[in-house]
């Protein structure tokens, strides 16, 4: 019944809608394709309807519909899930983007921020005091859905990913209550919600502590010939055993864009590069790059930067086709080294396809394996192929790449992921190993507890125990 409604839901959804305080899209409203469109293009999914909600009792109340009625519910915030679990066909997404408000306490150090806001605009409000917490790469991506699911940025050497952040989350849980998980208030939970994804309930507003960051940082790119990669990857794990903790890497090749703030004459060129963030004082910074420099780089982009300015550097334009997924390696052999040199020269160009690998460690490895969700935390590299193209004829072999290349490092990964990198492909097998066994069970013991019908299965998916049980 993709894109119909069947006459009773109809009805339904009239009645729902005159007692709804937000605001209900159907698929006869004129504003429903640009409710229904999330960042990958290549997912048209039609649910039956959207409700967009302005308050914790908003998504109560659309909870309670979907559950009566029966319907698949998705979530959705910034819409960035590659796989498209932020809507669905038929069902009722639930759409938090109205829930924007951001309080900052400068003294305490902290933010209240509402389910609805990117990292943008949580950045820009916090560095109006100095302040930051780690945050995505990518600044459109919404807060709730990348902190749920570990949350990587460039902060996360220095201060650990965007869930060992959080102070509190406020949810609404499947059966309409509206609840804070802390360490003090359903510990259980809130443990879950360090990287279990949104598997619990609809996250409302999240709270996290923030350090002093800029509001200048010393970032940006070094370029190079793509065939000079092979030393740059050297470079790099040799650098990073002993780097401070304020040094914040990633490697790439990719197509240079378009754009204004890059050379003219290396556009559409493609390149391997380093990007690089590092929040202590300049001068520091600049000596620790100057190796990176010796190799020559044939473009030379770091400098003082607003540290909210980028975080925006990377993002790309919405409405391309992607697909991505990620592998852990706790060993970067020369071996493993020429297989990323050589599958990164394979990268479909001119487009914005392209290898990613970050190097972790620093705060990010000091976390206990069993105090969060998250498994394998002293990974040495994340590695990141990522598909992404104009036109449905080029997607088949960009795809292809992506598989083909994650297929071939993983003879040197450590069968860990982050899970939200996870690929479609992966099934619940891939979901496991974001954990491991010990922890997915201690992960479907709480799923048990608090959403026992699996209400909230548009997602990486945590099952729970068959017999169910209530809160």
Request: include cysteine; proline fraction near 6%; charge should be negative.
């Amino acid at each position: 019944m993709t894109g119909t409604l069947d006459v009773s839901l109809d009805e339904a959804i009239r009645e729902f809608d005159g007692s709804f305080a937000g605001e209900v899209i159907r698929p006869t409203d004129r504003q429903y394709d640009q409710a229904r469109t999330i960042f990958n293009g290549m997912i048209d999914k039609r649910p039956a309807l959207i409700a967009q909600c302005s308050t914790p009792d908003d998504v109560a109340a659309a909870l309670r519909f979907g559950r009566e009625r029966g319907l698949e519910i998705a979530v959705r915030s910034g819409g960035h899930s590659v796989s498209g679990v932020s809507l669905c066909d038929d069902g009722l997404v639930i759409d938090v983007r109205p829930m924007k408000h951001i309080e900052v306490d400068p003294e305490r150090r902290t933010v209240r921020v509402g389910a609805g806001c990117t990292w943008s605009e949580l950045d820009r409000a916090t560095q109006e005091h100095g302040l930051a917490t780690t945050g995505g790469r990518v600044s459109t991506t919404g807060v709730p859905g990348l902190t749920l699911g570990g949350g990587s940025g460039w902060l996360e050497r220095m201060h650990g990913l965007a869930c060992d952040n959080l102070i509190s989350v406020e949810l609404v849980t499947a059966d309409g209550r509206l609840i804070t998980a802390s360490d003090d208030e359903h510990p259980d939970l809130f443990w879950a919600l360090h990287g279990g994804g949104g598997n619990f309930g609809v996250a409302t507003a999240l709270t996290f502590r923030l350090h002093p960051v800029g509001p200048e940082v010393l970032a940006g790119l070094l370029l190079y010939e793509p065939e000079q990669g092979r030393e740059l990857l050297r470079l790099t794990r040799d650098f990073m055993v002993d780097a401070p903790d304020e040094f914040g890497p990633a490697l790439a090749y990719l197509t240079v864009p378009a754009d204004d703030e890059l050379p003219t004459e290396l556009h559409g060129k493609f390149v391997s590069a380093i990007a690089l963030c590092h929040t202590g004082p300049a001068a520091e910074g600049e000596k620790l790059i100057e190796p990176f420099r010796d190799l020559g780089p044939v473009a030379d982009l770091v400098g003082p930067v607003a540290y909210a300015d980028w975080q925006c550097a990377l993002d790309d334009p919405p409405g391309y086709r992607n697909w991505w997924t990620a592998e852990y390696l706790h060993v970067v052999s020369d071996e493993a080294i020429d297989v990323l040199h050589t599958w990164s020269l394979k990268a479909p160009t001119p487009t914005p396809s392209m290898s990613f690998m970050v190097p972790w460690g620093g705060a990010v490895a000091r976390v206990g394996e069993d105090d969060t969700p998250m498994t394998q935390r002293d990974a040495s590299w994340v590695v990141h192929p990522y598909a992404s193209v104009a036109n449905e004829d080029e997607v088949d072999g960009a795809v292809a790449w992506a598989r083909g290349f994650r297929d071939d490092i993983r003879r040197h990964a450590s069968g860990g992921l982050y899970l939200n990198f996870v690929a479609e492909d992966e099934g619940e097998s891939g979901v496991r190993a974001a954990f491991g066994e010990h922890k997915y069970e201690r992960l479907t013991t709480i799923k048990t507890r608090y959403d026992p019908d699996n209400l909230f299965r548009g997602n990486h998916n945590i099952r729970p125990a068959p017999t169910g049980g209530a809160s």
